[in-house]
């Protein structure tokens, strides 16, 4: 059975750092592109971050650029966010997601995990 | 504000057929292909339609993708009401070089 596991959320002041961690298991984790994306409560899904099966590519949204860092390691079978700069409008719940491609095309985000709740507040 | 345009609700009664409609420009849906994505309440998104109009294992025919210039529509036929839910459509955007998620849409099966 295919799993994404968030981990690592929690209450974080404004400017400080978090690192979210993605657990995957039940597929080969190198063969998918990895994705963020998150929703900020009651809102709509925004996405965040992408990186390639070698994290040869890397993606921010211009919301995010300069502060946060996508990584991954295949060796373990996780996906990292580490987010630093922390402002009050990055509150939200982050998912993994992970992204097949074929023939360089992607065939969508077609599993995701239940998503980790971090707050930026003071 | 959604690089994406869709209407924020829909409805229809069970049975019936129900059209969501995303705008995009160039830079995403006229050059790339468009996913859409279903959210129940309190879970994670599901993947809907990949690659315009193709449906992952599982997904029942009566969801439908289609794309027209930068403009792409889901349609869900005989409507049931577990299908009440937020929609959302995605592309990629090569001048943003990212995914761009439109705003979501809400539908309410009366």
């Known amino acids: 059975e295919v799993q994404l596991v968030e981990s690592g959320g929690g209450l974080v002041k404004p400017g400080g750092s978090l690192r979210l961690s993605c657990a995957a298991s039940?597929?080969?984790?190198?063969?998918?592109?990895m994705n963020w994306v998150r929703q900020a409560p009651g809102k709509g899904l925004e996405w965040v971050s992408s990186?390639?099966?070698?994290?040869?590519?890397?993606y921010y949204a211009d919301s995010v650029k300069g502060r946060f860092t996508i990584s991954r390691d295949n060796a373990k079978d996780s996906l990292y966010l580490q987010m630093s700069s922390l402002r009050a409008e990055d509150t939200a719940v982050y998912h993994c997601?992970?992204?097949?491609?074929?023939?360089?095309?992607?065939?969508?985000?077609?599993?995701w995990g239940q998503g980790i709740l971090v707050t930026v507040s003071s | 504000q959604s690089v994406l345009t869709q209407p924020p609700s829909a409805s229809g009664t069970p049975g019936q057929r129900v059209t969501i409609s995303c705008s995009g420009s160039?830079?995403?849906?006229?050059?790339?292909?468009v996913y859409w994505y279903q959210q129940l309440p309190g879970t994670a998104p599901r993947l809907l339609i990949y690659?315009?109009?193709q449906r992952p294992s599982g997904v029942p025919d009566r969801f439908s993708g289609s794309k027209s210039g930068t403009s792409a529509s889901l349609a869900i036929s005989r409507l049931r009401s577990e299908y009440e839910a937020d929609y959302y459509c995605?592309?990629?955007?090569?001048?943003?070089?990212?995914?761009?998620f439109g705003g979501g849409t809400k539908l309410t099966v009366l």
């Open positions: 997601a992970r992204d097949l491609y074929s023939h360089n095309i992607s065939l969508g985000f077609d599993s």
């Open positions: 039940g597929f080969t984790f190198s063969n998918y592109n």
């Open positions: 990186i390639s099966r070698s994290s040869r590519y890397i």
């Open positions: 160039n830079s995403n849906i006229g050059t790339n292909y």
């Open positions: 690659r315009n109009n």
């Open positions: 995605v592309a990629w955007d090569d001048r943003l070089s990212g995914w761009v």
